[in-house]
Each structure stands twice: as structure tokens, then as C-alpha cells.
């Protein structure tokens, strides 16, 4: 424990000298003042652990600088030992409603100096640590709080991103490692998917069983959006728009397309055969293509989505509607990048439309045998 730093205020020099002799033998820090104003300054400077404090002196006496001492926070707990040659009850009642921890009079013991400036000292060294506890404590909690904040901010991001991108790739954009905000040029593979009889099964059915049959399709359909780290486009209705290779690079995004589009019609067939049996008849169909788009954010501050802006997005809308419930309608160009890894029938030339010619189109129908 480091030595005590003692002031002594007394307005005899020869008082002062004693004390100052007697403490600093004993390995104290001790400074002096000489009066009531001069104690108030050099502890305002010096920040002393105790004060020895005469009593009698010009000015201001020993009781009111302990009541001023007292009265200001930063000094509220500093002890305080009052020296006077008083004896009555009278005036060490008035030293302990002006604040005094403790009196020392005059001729003063050696011994009991001692004694009582190591006792005051150590139960200041015990509320200093107290009062370092709360301040780390404080501190602690501060910093506890803003960590708290940052971390609902980014659970709110990642549920904002979770929207659009697997967890996967939410993570990458949180870490600062892509920026799906800064528009870019890209090459995607675009799946479009939606449901046969959909209109007729809103029309004809109470809204909390379409709700139901839709919330039922979204999850099944997004499970393994998630699964092959497909990104979202969006949601509308019945329909879904998901694409690969943007924000994230992907190998192969076709054939994950290709690969997630067949697993989407076996977990749909699970589910249309649960909903045929309450009346409910559904299909679904998907459409498949591949090329250039502008990749960024879309919308308004406080809506913004994540999408693509080019003709593969149309390409791969007017191939899901032309497809019949089952099918996985794409591209040739895709049939032929998969080449091998897939089994394909042509459906021949489909005028679709907004495209001025006609587009050469093929239902997958599974995976080759020798790419499983």
C-alpha cells in the first residue's frame, strides 16, 4: 500500500513542525498550511489522503473548514482529525456536527498520532477502492450498453439481410468483406418460381387457409433457398424470385439452380398431396435462366431490397409461366452448360413474352444418372 498523503493545518509553526516530524518519520507524505483558506487550496490542489486540523485559528477556525470540506462532493469523505487543545463535550459535539472523524488533542501523543492517522487511512484506502469498484463499474456498464446496442443493431441487420441472403453470406456483408450496396454488373443464374390454381384457391377459399398454405410454401421453398445459398429477390404472393452468384460468387450456379429447382417439386409434391386432401389443388411451376444483370439496393431509406434489374429477370418470369405444374422450364444455354450433368426434353421454340424472338426451351427432368 503506498504511504499516506498527509496535510497539517496549524497557524503555529512550532505545532506544525512536530506533527510534520512525527509523520514523515513514519513515512508519511505530509504537507502544511497555515490557515483556514491555505488548508481549503492546498486540498483542492493536492488531493490529500487526511487533514490534521487545528481548531483555533485566525480567520477561519478548524469547525469551518470542516464544514466546507464537507460540504463540497469531492472532499464529502475526506477525513478529517480535528487538533485542539479544547477539552469540553461542548466543543467536540460542535467538531463532530461540523463533520470531524475524529479529535486529537493538545499536547498530542506521539503514539496515538499515529494510530489514529493509520486507522483513518486505512478505512480511506478501503473507500477508495469502493469508490475505484464503482467507477469500473460504471464504466463496465457503459461499455456493456453501447455493446448491447451495437449487438441489436447487428441482429437487426442480420435479420434485415436474412431476408434476402443465407446466413452464410449475412455474415460476410456484417464483416465488411462484400458490399451488396454498390451497384455492379453480374452475371445470375435467376429462378422464378409460382403456383398453379393459386387464383382459383384464393378465390374459393377462406383467408386463413390460403395464409396457412402460403406461410407452409414459403418456409418449404425457403429452407432450401437456405440450404443451396441462393439469395432472395423477393416475395409476391404465391410467386418467388431467387438468383445465384451475386452478391457472392458461386461454382456452378446453374447447377445449384437446377439442383434446388428438382428438390423444390419433390418437397411440393409432400405438401400438395397434404393439401389435396383438404380440398386444396395446387402445382407449382419454376422457369430457369442465366445472364447479365445490374445487382444492388432497390427502394427508399427504412425499405430497402436487394435486387437485380435485367432481361434474365423477365426471361426467367415468362419460362416459369409457360411451365405446367411440375416442370422446370430453362434456357438451352443452360441445358448446354449442364451438359452431361442433367436430363433434359425439349419443348421446343416458346414466343415469350416481351422477347422479340422465340426462345428455345427444355423441361429438366432430374439428374444423370452418372452425375448423382
Known amino acids: ?96 456536527e461540523a463533520g470531524a472523524d475524529d479529535f486529537l ?67 460476410l456483408i456484417l464483416q465488411g468483406e462484400v458490399d451488396p450496396a454498390r451497384s455492379r454488373r453480374a452475371e445470375i443464374t435467376v429462378v422464378f418460381l409460382d403456383l398453379r390454381g393459386f387464383t382459383a384457391f384464393t378465390e374459393g377459399s377462406d383467408p386463413e387457409d390460403v395464409i396457412g398454405v402460403l406461410r407452409e410454401y414459403h418456409g418449404t421453398m425457403g429452407r432450401l433457398i437456405m440450404k443451396h445459398e441462393g439469395t432472395v429477390e423477393h416475395f409476391a404472393g404465391d410467386g418467388i424470385m431467387i438468383f445465384f452468384n ?54 427508399f431509406e427504412g425499405r430497402m431490397d436487394f435486387g437485380a434489374v435485367g432481361a434474365v429477370c423477365s426471361m426467367a418470369a415468362r419460362l416459369c409461366s409457360e411451365a405446367a405444374a411440375g416442370q422446370t422450364l430453362v434456357q438451352q444455354r443452360i441445358v448446354g452448360r449442364l451438359e452431361g450433368l442433367v436430363r433434359a426434353e425439349s419443348v421446343g421454340e416458346l414466343q415469350l413474352k416481351g422477347f422479340p424472338r422465340p426462345v428455345a426451351a427444355y423441361d429438366i427432368r432430374g439428374i444423370a444418372a452418372q452425375a448423382r
Not at 497539517?8 to 505530509?30: I, Q
Not at 473548514?65 to 464529502?76: G, N, Y
Not at 445449384?256 to 389443388?281: D, I, N, P, T
Open 1 to 96: 500500500m503506498k504511504p499516506g498523503r498527509v496535510l497539517v493545518v496549524d497557524d503555529t509553526p512550532l505545532n506544525v513542525k512536530l506533527l510534520v516530524d512525527a509523520l514523515g518519520v513514519a513515512g508519511y507524505h505530509v504537507a502544511s498550511a497555515s490557515s483556514g483558506e491555505e488548508a481549503l487550496a492546498s486540498v483542492a490542489a493536492q488531493a490529500p489522503d487526511i487533514v490534521l486540523l487545528d481548531v483555533m485559528m485566525p480567520g477561519m477556525n478548524g469547525f469551518e473548514v470542516c464544514e466546507k470540506l464537507r460540504a463540497d462532493p469531492a472532499t464529502a469523505l475526506l477525513p478529517v482529525v480535528l487538533v485542539t487543545a479544547l477539552d469540553g463535550k461542548d466543543d467536540r459535539i460542535r467538531g463532530i
Open 105 to 171: 488533542t493538545k499536547p498530542i501523543n506521539k503514539h496515538e498520532l499515529l494510530a489514529r492517522v493509520k486507522s483513518l487511512l486505512r478505512i480511506k484506502t478501503l473507500y477508495d477502492q469502493v469508490e475505484a469498484q464503482r467507477r469500473e463499474l460504471r464504466e463496465w456498464n457503459a461499455t456493456l450498453e453501447e455493446r448491447v446496442k451495437q449487438g441489436m443493431a447487428e441482429l437487426e441487420r442480420m435479420s434485415h439481410l436474412k431476408r434476402f441472403f443465407s446466413p452464410a453470406v449475412a455474415n
Open 246 to 299: 451475386d452478391p457472392v460468387p458461386v461454382p456452378n450456379p446453374a447447377e445449384r439452380a437446377v439442383r434446388m429447382a428438382l428438390e423444390m417439386h419433390a418437397e411440393f409434391a409432400r405438401c400438395a398431396e397434404r393439401w389435396s386432401k383438404l380440398g386444396h389443388q395446387l402445382g407449382m411451376g419454376i422457369g430457369i435462366a442465366q445472364g447479365f444483370a445490374t445487382m444492388g439496393w432497390i427502394g
